[in-house]
């Protein structure tokens, strides 16, 4: 099992970022995909969550407006597209895949840095 992120990078104020998240060695399609980030001395906190189906997402009140988040079970990814970056999205994101269905297995992905600075 594999989940592969990429799209991370330094970017200014106010600018956009495109996160993706690759996986592999499981059913995408019968996983809810999930956006978390951890900054400095914080908790890992959940950004954005999609359905297996990607009928239905939800997100942090902190990037409402800003985040959207999507998939593609063709292709086995998971996105994150984010503008209006703001210096407190500073964060390592992480890409985290959970079983709609009894076994409820879960994986975390390796993280990719997003930096937000002037």
């Known amino acids: 099992v594999q989940l592969v992120e990429s799209g ?4 200014q ?3 956009s970022l495109r996160l993706s998240c690759a ?4 059913t995408f399609s019968s996983y809810k995909m999930s956006w978390y980030r951890q900054a ?8 954005a969550g999609i359905a ?3 009928g239905s997402t939800d997100y ?10 999507s998939r593609d079970n063709a292709k086995n990814t998971v996105y994150l597209q984010m503008n209006n970056l703001q210096p407190e999205d ?3 994101y992480y890409c985290y895949a959970l079983r709609s269905l009894v076994p409820y297995l879960r994986y975390w992905g390796q993280g990719t840095q997003v930096t937000v600075s002037s």
Do not use: C
């Open 8 to 11: 991370g990078g330094l970017v």
């Open 13 to 15: 104020p106010g600018g």
């Open 23 to 26: 996986a592999s060695g499981f």
């Open 40 to 47: 400095p001395g914080k908790e890992r906190e959940l950004v």
């Open 52 to 54: 297996s189906t990607g």
């Open 60 to 69: 942090a009140d902190s990037v409402k407006g800003r985040f959207t988040i």
């Open 90 to 92: 500073t964060a390592v």
